[in-house]
């Protein structure tokens, strides 16, 4: 399989990038690590005629500490995400998922903001951005602009972008010390496809009561669906053991999701449930060990 013949330009500065994509249109799209484009197009399912390469603009390849958060530049590699000491430290759930994209050498080449711009329904970033509340900055010939990820993903492979926009980059909030996360997934073989996952992002006050709950879920129809009426059900919920299997039981009975040749829409969403579950009871436990040692 062999793509269909494109042009290639790589600029070495962003302004020549927002050129290149303003100038061409939709006609073109950006390689960075190609991890998801390049099957598509040896595929044909995509033919664009112009590749903009941003893999030569240092501009873009970098991770920042803001302070209370992280900023990811597009040009950004997973394993340099995956393995960054202090996102490790203060940004765990989103180290964790990256250890389920794909494999080491995809992970060498992959981007975070490629990932994201992507859109991918079975894909672990765009659920971990949805549960931690990430924000994504978007540039183009009006400027920089910021949006959400519910602003960002609009569809399966369906972004805002603009065909002359690109994501510049993305900013994940720190963890804050009442705030717990975990991720978790199920995949067919190890770093093969996902069947479906779970991140859920949850703040325990000092009554060991949820205050606030971000759930989002890998495999539903729509792109980092966020479940909202187990987030409501969880809201001053304590996270006994039944309450987790309640928890779980509504995540499968209230989503829709995909059906593919891994998995149906009901096996998926039993699995959903049951990811839930164990991430909220390792939530719990690592809230109660963190409680116990403050109270000291």
């Known amino acids: 399989m062999k793509p ?155 972004t805002c972008l603009e065909p002359d926009e690109m994501l510049e980059f993305v900013t994940f909030p720190k963890r804050a010390a009442s705030e717990f996360s975990h991720f978790s997934e199920i995949g067919v073989r190890k770093h093969g496809f996902a069947v479906s996952g779970v991140c859920a992002n949850l703040t325990i006050g000092e009554d060991k009561k949820c205050v606030a709950a971000r759930i989002a879920v890998m495999g539903a129809m729509t792109v980092a669906a966020r479940a909202t009426e187990v987030e409501q059900f969880l809201d001053g919920a304590e996270l006994q053991p039944q309450t987790i299997v309640d928890a779980g039981r509504l995540l499968s009975e209230s989503l829709e999701m995909a059906s593919d040749i891994h998995a149906d829409s009901e096996g998926r969403a039993s699995l959903a449930g049951e990811l839930l579950c164990r991430s909220l009871a390792v939530i719990e436990k690592v809230a109660s060990e963190r409680m116990a040692e403050i109270g000291r």
């Not at 269909?4 to 960075?32: H, M, Q, T, W, Y």
């Open 4 to 158: 269909a013949p494109f042009e290639f330009r790589a600029p070495r500065d962003l302004n020549g990038i927002l050129e290149s994509l303003k100038e061409v249109g939709e006609d073109a799209r950006i390689l960075a690590g190609g991890q998801s484009l390049v099957p598509l197009m040896n595929l044909r399912m995509l033919q664009p005629e112009v590749l903009v390469s941003i893999n030569d603009c240092e501009e873009l390849t970098w991770i920042r500490d803001e302070g209370t958060s992280f900023s990811i530049g597009a040009g950004a590699r997973q394993w340099d995400v995956e393995t960054h000491p202090d996102i490790i430290t203060h940004c765990p759930s989103l180290a964790s998922a990256l250890g389920y994209v794909g494999g080491r050498s995809n992970r060498n080449r992959g981007t975070v903001c490629g990932s994201l711009a992507h859109s991918d329904t079975l894909a672990e970033l765009p659920v971990v951005a949805a549960a931690l509340g990430a924000r994504l900055t978007i540039n183009g010939p009006s400027g920089r602009r910021e949006v959400s990820p519910a602003e960002f993903f609009l569809g399966p492979l369906e």
